[in-house]
């Protein structure tokens, strides 16, 4: 006869929780910041600005960015796990799983950093080098980031499609944040295709959220007992 277990994973909610504190940081920053968040081609001028007056808002939202990116590293690691049993401890696929995760974590990491360089020495920077920090910034936050993150989702989501370890709707949709977050490189010489960035990073954050609560509550798992 058979007997039923489920396998649970903890730290999967580390992907809850990357979205979760990235989008509270987010909406903590525009509320504590006393003007709108310069995009690129504002001017060095209104970007100093912005970092010297909304101190507050950035830092706050900085900190929050480390904890999502802290999150995203913790999630990372079940994550790989399970494509590494999927796929047999074989193939490229476990290692670009867990290499996107660490490197969007990182990236989210160096942003969070240079957003409080330029927060607590913008007002007393050279116009030139404060227009490098936020270039810095808003590459490794958004495009690189992204990109990354949708390496991570993209190869744990191939890997689980044909093995089902993961509700199908979750596979396909890993799929579809995946294809936008790398197409967002095209950002990179093609400033409209910008606006894949945050479409990708939603896609992403909704894949990370479910996966983590397949996860951590544990798929069910068939045993073969003795009569």
Known sequence: MTASSRQRTPWALGG?????????????????ASSPFPLPGATAAEV????????????VSGLFQILSAISLFVFAAPVATLVRRTEGGAGA???????????????????????????LTAGGLGLELVDTLRNLNFLTG?????????????????????????????LWLGLAAAA????????????????????????????????GIVLALGRRRETRTGS
């Open 48 to 59: 100093a600005r912005y970092f010297t007056e909304s101190q507050t808002a950035v830092l």
């Open 93 to 119: 696929l476990p290692g670009l799983t867990l290499g996107g995760g660490a490197l969007a974590a990182v990236f989210l990491l160096v942003s969070a950093l240079l957003g409080w360089v330029l927060a």
């Open 142 to 170: 958004g495009t690189l980031h992204v990109a990354s993150l949708g390496l991570f989702v993209g190869a744990a989501s191939i890997s689980t499609l044909n093995a089902r370890a993961l509700p199908r709707w979750i």
């Open 180 to 211: 936008l977050s790398i197409l967002s490189l095209a950002s990179l010489f093609f400033f409209p295709a910008s606006i894949l960035i945050p479409l990708g990073r939603l896609l992403a954050f909704v894949w990370c959220i479910a996966a």
């Open 16 to 32: 809850v929780l990357f979205a979760a504190f990235f989008i509270v940081g987010l909406v903590l920053g525009g509320v504590l």
